[in-house]
């Protein structure tokens, strides 16, 4: 049976991605080795880096001024390094979820970090829209779309600081104003590449204004200077997000993306909206994600959840259960998800609702 995969991360990955790397793990690059066993600076997986950085700016518009790089460690890494490189005494945190309050958790080590609003109150359910960002800070993080709780801030906004983003989960989904922006940051396994790569793309003059002094390897700076190579990068993942970059690129770009993800996304809430047996947890619809899509069963048939899930397993459903801290359901609808996968999960939610409502 053919499996639909709504893993909230590690998750869905291009076909094209898969099938590619697949090849080089077995022979890369014509070298007759595997691209897991050659060296990082030999010319072909420099150039393999190289060509990752160029697409990363050519897909994103990324203008000039701005570095990308990539490390290790996980966008949980970037929670310490954000503020260990660009905050001297003040920050400010807008907290709409888990990754959120980690994060601002993370800048409380390095001074006062303020957190300017937070949706904990309704259990994360909104993006908070009405605050103030201290202007002294030194930069307001926000994260664009929370994987846990489905909001996600769609839209670019307009503040007077330095703004950073962790944006994870929705990285390439639709076009950015990187201009906007001071440092974007993410993990690759959500929409990328597999699980071991972190992107960063800096704004170079946000640099080198902090009086602490930054050990090497956590120093952005070490990074840009040695092109992602001062210690080994991790091979494989970049690799692998080089090819869905290619992908990417051959479909139409964020462009094309950001209309296949409106589509999906309209397709699977509309769905709920209109099914007895469920609703969504987010009530305002401006305040959805479009990457992962979260919902539960109406009280009156909570019971009922169980035998969805089983129900849904059956129709080859892979990885819907929500996260813990929401409970119910979390269809995560990244990129490489095709919209047919969208509909058989609609399909089976109406099945199961014929029988049970
Ligand atoms: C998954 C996720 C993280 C954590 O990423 P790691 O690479 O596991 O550290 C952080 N922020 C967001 C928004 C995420 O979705």
């Given at each position: ?7 909230a ?81 003040k ?27 937070s ?42 600081i ?10 390439f ?50 990074h ?45 809430y ?88």
């Amino acid at each position: 049976m053919k499996k639909h995969n709504f893993s909230a991360g590690p998750s869905i990955l291009p076909q094209f991605t898969i099938d590619e790397t697949a090849k080089a793990v077995k022979d890369f690059a014509g070298t007759g080795l595997s691209v897991m066993e050659v060296s990082h600076r030999g010319k072909e997986f420099v150039a393999v880096m190289d060509e990752a950085v160029a697409m990363f700016k050519e897909i994103l518009s990324i203008p000039e001024g701005y570095s990308v790089i990539f490390l290790g460690g996980g966008a949980s890494l970037q929670f310490c390094m954000v503020p260990f490189n660009l905050m001297n005494r003040k920050s400010a945190y807008l907290n709409t979820g888990e990754w959120a309050s980690k994060a601002l958790k993370e800048a409380k080590f390095f001074g006062e970090a303020v957190e300017v609003a937070s949706s904990k109150d309704k259990n994360f359910s909104y993006i908070p829209k009405q605050y103030e960002i201290p202007e002294d800070a030194d930069y307001f993080h926000i994260t664009t779309n929370n994987t846990i709780f489905g909001t996600e801030i769609k839209y670019d906004m307009d503040v007077k600081i330095p703004l950073v983003a962790d944006m994870s989960s929705d990285i390439f989904s639709r076009p950015v104003d990187i201009s906007k922006y001071a440092l974007i940051y993410g993990g690759a396994q959500k929409n990328l590449a597999p699980a071991g790569v972190t992107f960063v793309i800096i704004k170079n003059d946000i640099l080198g204004k902090v009086e602490r002094k930054i050990p090497t390897m956590l120093n952005y700076q070490t990074h840009i200077d040695k092109e992602s190579m001062f210690n080994t990068p991790p091979v494989l993942p970049v690799f692998a997000a080089l090819q869905t970059l290619k992908w990417l690129k051959s479909c139409g770009g964020v462009v094309e993306m950001q209309k296949r993800n409106q589509a999906k996304a309209a397709l699977l809430y509309n769905a709920i909206d209109t099914n007895p047996l469920f609703r969504s947890t987010i009530p305002d619809p401006a305040d959805r994600s479009l990457m992962n899509i979260c919902f539960v069963m109406e009280e009156k048939y909570a019971a009922l959840e169980g035998e969805f899930s089983t129900f849904a397993k059956e129709h080859g459903m892979v990885g819907i259960a929500g996260h813990r801290s929401v409970g119910g359901f979390r269809a995560s609808c990244y990129n490489a998800m095709p919209i047919e996968s969208v509909q058989a999960l609609v399909d089976c939610m109406n099945k199961f609702a014929e029988l049970k409502a």
